[in-house]
């Protein structure tokens, strides 16, 4: 393939992923069944368009990585240990009984026991990437089932660790000795990942967020991830688990949102990239010379796996309209059985050939997942379970009312006004110095910029009520508004206008609601030079009233008139009004004593 | 038991325009260099109707005799009184078993009125006698707890030549220093 291959490489893929993926969605096959199709479509027993399977499968792994940081990032600490119960007790669970169960049916195979052990382990695990990606794309997490799901999962994640651990022991190289040392390396990790991770990287990202070049942003968050990830290799840790820990540290700083708008488009792109592997790893050929074998594995290991789920379920009160979703959802082979065979296999303790056949009943078990999940009744019917599901559930996004744009000196009025009456408000600014002060105060102040419409998906904008467009620049104000109307025409937008012909700007583009951020501010000094010359506070008031009411009056006048000429006519007109109006005022006022009140 | 505290009398004047109103200007300062007495001129103090409730509750706790001073619109006082009293003779303070602060002060209407005294008649064109249209008061006062004195009324407000308002000026003067040399409520009959 020559100096080409790699950017032929990537046309491959992503003409593969545009033409499967949406195909796969009309027919209402989820993305990711549209992902592994397209993976068999080019894959070395389809077209044959790829043939380094092998290597790219182990590169999207990344795409599995970052979306465990995405995950981290909507769950911070506290949530995180709320959910111990049904991480230790449904994830530990599953883990240990589908394991023993699968040690087992192993040795009944004739399996020798170390070997017996080692398939116990991969199989035992389920597949993130695309049991999350599923739920996410159905909005399924904040049900029971979904969260419960997620809970196994990440009781997973953590045990995969000492399953890699244990595999030197197996195939007998294991280093008695060693194993304090690599504990120690394994506390000292985690431990920097859990001190920098807040510590360091906070104000590192106030630096990089005041140069306010986007790119930089990108670019270190990206650096985070993967630092992280290559960390945690370094010590043979699963990078999935450091940077779902980096993501948990950071979901509660004011970048949460923001590092979720960048990392999104690489993890949805990767992972895409993973499921094509997926798919052309899947050897027919293999499957071709045995077939019955393959096909009793797989539906043998989706069955006890299935089975054993089920029974959770039931114990750990899944409503009975969920158990089958959340039971079909972890009941394949998961990535990290790849992980755990390809170690196996060169430590000498898994052939080759027993490799490939656990490799392909792993990836067919994949391929079925979101052919099972068309059986589910609620599966075809997502509102519904969510409607059901969701309900007294906490959302994990946030669901405030109320976003405003911009917390400067303007938004912060309005931020406080609203802080006061208690309506949670999520606010956005790219001050990284007001932002932390903000935040000290209890504001929930997050980094970023308005006009980036998924920044503002991230802050809730799908479920907001409102949108405060507080910002100080004029035309980023009016861009806002653009793409709000867009992309959320729900959204209520009330706009900070910079003046009459900022205000003009927004009322042509459909906001309704727009205050001139000088003149009440004026208006109320105006008043204050009345009183100090002698009038009432009273009179003065009325006074402004008075020319507010007139004021608006001139302001929809010339809004009217669209030429520039005619508007400053106007204005004069206005002004000689005004001078007209105001002694009028006053006679009204000794008039009506003169009529009789004293 | 006799108290020596000094008598302290609380007007609150409600003119919207008070450059307007001759009389009212003059009654104010017939009254201007008189101890202990306190004047609170609400459209002044709350020009956009937003009243400070505890400060008027406090200077009320420290008057003996609230007078209110108003010119008479509507047969009441300018919409400023009645958002006054609503929101500052409050339950918990002028009535309710716990609202005991005013019980004992005094209260005195001091109103100007347009039309001259023969219109308040059963056979004059405002049909009620001042006492009649100033029934919301007395009631209020007496709800409260407190002693509803005989208004003073300046009628006319007007047509009135510079010598009677002087003459209104001084009577309202004397009602006022009256007052200031009785004993402070509740004392009196100590």
Not at chain 1, 106 to 114: C, I
Not at chain 1, 486 to 512: C, N, S
Not at chain 2, 17 to 23: I, N, Q
Request: aromatic share 10%.
């Amino acid at each position: 393939m020559g100096e080409h291959g790699l950017l032929l490489n990537a046309f491959i893929y992503l003409a593969a992923a545009v033409l499967a993926v949406p195909l796969a969605k009309r027919l209402g096959l989820g993305s990711v069944l549209g992902y592994l199709l397209a993976g068999v479509a080019i894959g070395p027993w389809g077209a044959g368009l790829i043939s380094d399977v092998e290597s790219i499968l182990h590169f999207a792994e990344f795409g599995v990585v970052l979306l465990l940081f995405l995950i981290g990032l909507e769950l911070n600490p506290r949530r995180l240990w709320s959910m111990r119960r049904p991480i230790l007790g449904l994830g530990g669970g599953q883990v240990l009984l589908t394991g023993g169960l699968l040690f087992g049916v192993a040795l009944l195979l004739g399996l020798e026991w170390r070997l017996a052990v080692l398939v116990a382990m991969g199989l035992s695990l389920s597949s993130t990437a695309i049991a999350l990606q599923t739920l996410q794309e159905r909005h399924l997490l904040p049900t029971h089932a979904g969260r419960s799901a997620f809970s196994v999962l990440l009781f997973q994640d953590i045990a995969v660790i000492p399953m890699l651990a244990v595999i030197p022991l197996l195939a007998g190289s294991g280093e008695p000795g060693g194993g304090w040392m690599d504990a120690a390396k394994v506390a000292l990790v985690i431990g920097g990942i859990v001190v920098g991770g807040y510590y360091l990287t906070l104000p590192v990202f106030r630096i990089i967020a005041a140069t306010r070049m986007r790119e930089i942003f990108t670019a270190f968050s990206l650096l985070l991830v993967i630092g992280i990830a290559l960390l945690m290799q370094a010590v043979d840790l699963s990078m999935a688990l450091g940077t779902f820990l980096a993501g948990v540290l950071l979901a509660e700083s004011e970048y949460r949102h923001e590092l979720e708008t960048e990392i999104e488009p690489f993890k949805g792109l990767l992972l895409g990239l993973f499921f094509i592997s997926v798919g052309m790893s899947i050897d027919f050929g293999l499957l071709g010379e045995r077939p019955w074998l393959v096909l009793g594995l797989v539906l043998g290991l989706l069955t006890l796996k299935g089975a054993v789920l089920w029974v959770l379920a039931l114990r750990f009160g899944i409503a009975d309209r969920q158990q089958l979703l959340f039971a079909l959802l972890l009941c394949q082979g998961g990535e990290f059985a790849f992980v755990l065979f390809s170690a196996a296999a060169q430590a000498n303790l898994l052939e080759g050939g027993l490799k490939g056949l656990l490799t392909l009943a792993v990836a067919l078990s994949m391929l079925s997942t979101p052919l099972l999940l068309l059986l589910e009744p609620h599966w075809r019917r997502p509102e519904a379970a969510r409607a059901e599901g969701g309900r007294a559930e906490e959302r994990i996004e946030e669901e405030n009312p109320v976003i405003i744009a911009g917390f400067g000196r303007f938004g912060r009025v309005v931020g406080r006004l609203l802080h006061a009456q208690r309506i949670p408000t999520t606010i956005l600014d790219h001050d990284p110095n007001q932002i932390e002060l903000a935040r000290q105060f209890g504001y929930q102040v997050y980094y970023g910029e308005a006009l980036r419409m998924d920044t503002l998906r991230t802050a809730g904008a799908e479920q907001a009520r409102l949108l405060v467009i507080a910002v100080d620049d004029p035309e980023a104000c009016l861009e806002v508004a653009d793409r709000v109307k867009r992309t959320f025409p729900h959204l209520i937008i009330v706009a900070r206008a910079h003046d009459v012909h900022h205000a003009f700007e927004l009322h042509r583009r459909g906001v309704a609601y727009f205050q001139r951020e000088i003149l009440e501010s004026a208006l109320g000094m105006g008043e204050q030079v009345l009183r100090l010359l002698g009038h009432g506070a009273y009179q003065a008031k009325q006074r402004a009233h008075v020319f507010r009411a007139r004021d608006l009056k001139l302001f929809w006048d010339m809004y009217e008139a669209d030429a520039l000429e005619k508007r400053i006519s106007i204005s004069r007109e206005a002004r000689d009004e005004l001078e007209r109006v105001l002694p009028a005022d006053e006679a009204a006022l000794s008039g009506r004593e003169e009529s009789g009140w004293s | 038991m006799v108290s020596f505290a000094a008598m302290n009398i609380l007007v609150q004047f409600v003119h919207p325009h008070p450059r307007h109103s001759r009389v009212n200007r003059q009654l104010l300062q017939a009254i201007s260099d008189l101890d202990d007495i306190v004047v609170n001129d609400l459209f002044e103090r709350y020009p956009d109707f937003y009243i400070d409730v505890e400060r008027e509750q406090e200077q009320l706790r420290a008057a003996d005799l609230v007078v209110f001073q108003h010119p008479f619109y509507w047969y009441s006082a300018p919409a400023m009184l009645k958002q006054w009293l609503d929101v500052v003779f409050s339950y918990g303070f002028a009535f309710g078993s716990e609202g005991t602060a005013l019980q004992g002060k005094r209260l005195l209407s001091a109103v100007t009125t347009g039309h001259g005294a023969e219109a308040y008649r059963p056979d004059g064109y405002d049909r009620f006698s001042m006492k009649e249209l100033l029934r919301p008061f007395e009631q209020t006062a007496f709800h409260c707890g407190m002693i509803y004195e005989a208004p003073f009324v300046v009628h006319g407000a007007r047509r009135l030549s510079d010598a009677d308002l002087q003459h209104h000026g001084e009577a309202y003067r004397r009602l006022l220093l009256m007052h200031l040399k009785q004993n402070p409520a509740g004392n009196r009959h100590g």
